[in-house]
């Protein structure tokens, strides 16, 4: 344990400290940021504020203590510090961006499909069809629109959604 002593300069008791301590306080460091250079980083600058702090004629009674304290205190620092990464160094951590629409485009492609497999059904399923798929009302919405109860209007989206299933599945299988 490294305690100040009055007649101990702080130049010396720093480099015994340094000696003493570093190789713990890196692999403190790096075990908190997993990052070798940001942990030598976070090393140099506790001795660097310590040395600030005994320049000043600060008293450090424990040493190891202190410079644990201060460590910590900028791991903190560390990750409060909001980051920004540039696309070269997410690139280089292996991120490829993918420009993949294919899914979208396919999707975008049934629903016309199925929008105009709905122009095939009989206009009282087009109708409630629509109503339900198109304009997104609910089932009173639709009831109160169409003057039916909502049991009448379930039951015609019902068996419209089964007719259209069957069509666009028929029209579907014709196409490939």
């Known amino acids: 344990m490294i305690t100040t ?3 101990v300069e702080p130049q ?3 480099m015994s400290a ?3 301590f570093e190789k713990r306080l890196k692999m403190h460091a790096f075990f908190k940021v997993h990052d070798a250079a940001m942990s030598e980083d976070l090393v140099q600058d506790t001795f660097m504020k310590a ?3 005994l320049l000043r004629g600060g008293k450090i009674d424990v040493m190891k203590a202190f410079l644990y304290h201060i460590l910590n205190n900028l791991i903190i620092d560390e990750y409060r510090r909001h980051h920004t990464l540039s696309l070269d160094q997410i690139l280089e951590k ?3 961006p993918g420009m993949n629409h294919c899914d979208r485009l396919f999707d975008e492609l049934d629903g016309r499909e199925a929008m105009r497999s709905i122009d095939t059904l009989p206009p009282m399923y087009r109708k409630v069809l629509r109503m339900r798929y198109v304009d997104n009302l ?3 919405e639709m009831a109160s629109k169409t003057g039916q109860s909502k049991n009448t209007t ?3 989206l019902h068996r419209g959604l089964a007719k259209l299933k069957e ?3 028929h029209s579907s299988a014709n196409v490939v």
């Open 138 to 140: 609910t089932l009173p």
């Open 5 to 7: 002593h009055s007649n």
């Open 51 to 53: 040395w600030a702090y």
């Open 167 to 169: 069509v666009y599945t």
């Open 94 to 96: 292996g991120y490829e």
């Open 18 to 20: 340094y000696q003493d």
């Open 12 to 14: 010396m008791l720093l």
């Open 154 to 156: 379930a039951v015609q």
